[in-house]
DNA sequence: ACATAATCGAGACGGTACGTCAGGTCTTTTT
DNA sequence: AAAAAGACCTGACGTACCGTCTCGATTATGT
């Protein structure tokens, strides 16, 4: 019944997955994406390349679920359940400020940015990654948004016939577009500005 | 004083670069960019493989001036000077709703997107084509923005103080997010919304 | 303190080096050296090419490994151990037209022909790969002359004072000489002639 | 009648053809046979590949000539019209080791060494060019000592019997082998060493 | 002296093979 | 049974030359 030939989970090294993830990441890192292979990343890790053949199907996948981690282990170190939540000050708009300044700093971080620009590209012509990347990594954090959003139309801070989809895109659009383009500097100003346009045109009708 | 090694331009191949554009074009479409090789594009093109070394420093650049190209015959064919302005009725709201669809319908026609696609997901990943694509391609597209939004604010449709470059991100950001992530569909609807939400907040202020 | 890079030869496929063998051999006889290439040596073995550059450096290397595996196997095939050892009946004429004749008959046939001239050529022409043939084929066969000269000399059928060595060349130079340079044909009656010339040059002094 | 695409040799450049065989020699020696390529000997000599491809069919036969031409020149340089012919001092003995120390000394000058390795190599392994060789290069060398040993003869010091042809073998055929297979060092000695030996088995039966 | 035609230097072109790198599969030995 | 190691076939890389083919620019006669 079951898949003739998928390995046995639990007798995986656990060991080896981490000096995978760390291989992976930190090539990525430093020489990039592309130039970043399985042979680099099972050498770099001390493992033979039919370790990673047998628990990823590619490349990028090793990358994502690597980064995922990375993610993971971050949000446990700050601690709470309700980490990526968007705080609810009362303020919506210093609320957003504050979330896309975070963001700012976040794609500005060398260090999350090699690997997320790599996962995007990716994702951007594979579609099949592209799906994995999106809900895994981009859906989740969206979410936080509609959330919040949610939550300001019943405050009535924002007009009640407002998609809460296409609010948050209008916030996070252009941040994506500035950051993927590189068409000019991703500061905290710009972040301010966007919420201040977007919120002006989200507010309720008077 | 001059490049020591660059080849002589006079007696390049037309024949050749036009082969080579179509066969780049092709094989992107129907295998996707990364299956797309040079060899194969040499193959396909009939043409010797240090041709395209000869004049492109990569399958990207190659991809790019490809496109550019494909681009430039398309508007050629459309006739007029000012190919890709945005129109100027005097309606701001319908002028920006009318080119955002066809946006949306030229991301949606597979001949276009499987090389767009190819070409964002290089630049996000490979900053010295990135810097080309968005040089060669995106900025003179968001110009024909920033043209129609200095006159919306001459008009008095636009609030002054708006900065036009922000106020096109509210506009295109969103609907590259969607593009690219596939996260929804792209559709006129949408961009019509888009329009309303992203005008009421640039409007003037009462 | 041992070499770097070496591959480890205990897990060589023995069926990949004998194909080789076989296409290389077959190649050369077929197409001759100049156009006999690695790629095809490799098609025509079934093989990836990097087998080929894993062990051996050079074309020619593979030849003489190729040639040397002929020649031991048809050693083999022909039993005994003194196998290319010359007869020593007492009549030292008779014994060496006998493996003169039998020289002739080798340089003549085709299928020893090609590879052995090809293998001369690159010798000449190669240091590297010239000195391995001298070791590895030339040398071996050239003894079997001096210990059959040195038998005639303690029998008093040859002048002690003279050198095997070049008793040899007397015999064996000649006979090249023609081969290589394509003179005169190679026949059993020449090979009497020189064997004749030379040993009355050799014949203990009256 | 004639040859619908043979170039007019009267009006061709003697400069270029100077050129050519400069660079081909010089490439040879420094660099070998094997590295050195058409597309070299037209860079170092400041002339179009065509230039070459228009008056030689191959990269052999363009060595073979500048190498005939290095000969000729020498020999003009020398003077006389009988240049190559073997002395004729009464002592064929001295006459013949004569000329076989001037060849050892010749085979062991790197000048002359290179190139005609490589000619002696491709001639080897290649007939067309094999037959050129002979006929052009070697033949006439041999010819002199077809005519010093005819002489010999009729002086009574070489049995009449004899083939020159064989006879001459048994002195120029030792002394190729070493030089080509590089088995053991051409010396002077070696040379008297192989004459005295050669004219003990030629010399008028008692 | 000049017209004119072939040679010349240059080098782009369609190809073939080079020697290298990595992909993904398979096998052997170790843990 | 999974893991480290690495040989294997495959296929693409980017480079070097092949031999052919255009390009002006330059001779070198033959009228």
Known sequence: ??????????????????????????????TGYAKTTIEG???????????????????????????LDLAAQANEALGGDDEGEIPDTGDLAADLKYVLRATVDELNNPTYDAPSRAL?????????LGSQFAEKLLEPQLQYYVRRIEAA????????????????ELLVGPLNHRWLHRTLPLT?????????YALRG?????
Chains 1, 2, 3, 4 share one sequence.
């Not at 007798?11 to 890192?29: C, G, K, N, P, T």
């Not at 995007?120 to 099949?128: K, L, R, S, T, Y």
């Open 153 to 168: 139309q019943a405050a009535g801070d924002i007009d009640p016939d407002v998609d809460p989809r296409i609010a948050l």
């Open 120 to 128: 995007a590209a990716e994702g951007v012509v594979n579609p099949e």
């Open 202 to 206: 989200l507010a309720p009708r008077a």
């Open 188 to 196: 905290h100003a710009y972040a301010d500005t966007l919420v201040d």
């Open 1 to 30: 019944m079951s898949d003739t030939k998928s390995p046995d989970a639990t007798r995986r090294s656990e060991r080896s997955r981490r000096a995978i993830y760390d291989a992976a990441l930190a090539l990525v890192s430093e």
């Open 41 to 67: 990343i099972a050498a770099r890790a001390g493992v033979g390349k039919q370790t990673i053949y047998r628990w990823w199907p590619s490349k990028a996948a090793v990358l994502l679920e690597a980064f």
